[in-house]
């Protein structure tokens, strides 16, 4: 296919992104990194927490 018949370049903006939309994007972004980092530790730690008490349970 020849470069001047592709319908994707049509698709690719022919202007910069602004800057505040970097960051927000950036932002956006590290606000779902942050948000699964706790979900993650909050689950982790309450897993392990059932799983002793359910181990100690046992040995008793």
Same mark, same amino acid.
């Given at each position: 296919? @020849? &470069?001047?018949?592709? %319908?994707?370049?049509?698709? +690719?903006?022919?202007?910069?992104?602004? #800057?505040?939309?970097?960051?927000? /994007?950036? @932002? &956006?972004?590290?606000? %779902?990194?942050?948000?699964? +980092?706790?979900?993650?530790?909050?689950? #982790?730690?309450?897993?392990?927490? /059932?799983?002793?008490?359910?181990?100690?349970?046992?040995?008793?």
């Amino acid at each position: 296919m @020849a &470069e001047g018949n592709n %319908i994707f370049k049509e698709l +690719e903006p022919k202007e910069q992104v602004p #800057e505040y939309l970097k960051r927000a /994007i950036v @932002a &956006e972004v590290d606000t %779902i990194r942050n948000s699964m +980092e706790v979900v993650t530790l909050f689950t #982790e730690h309450f897993l392990k927490t /059932i799983t002793v008490a359910i181990s100690e349970g046992a040995t008793e």
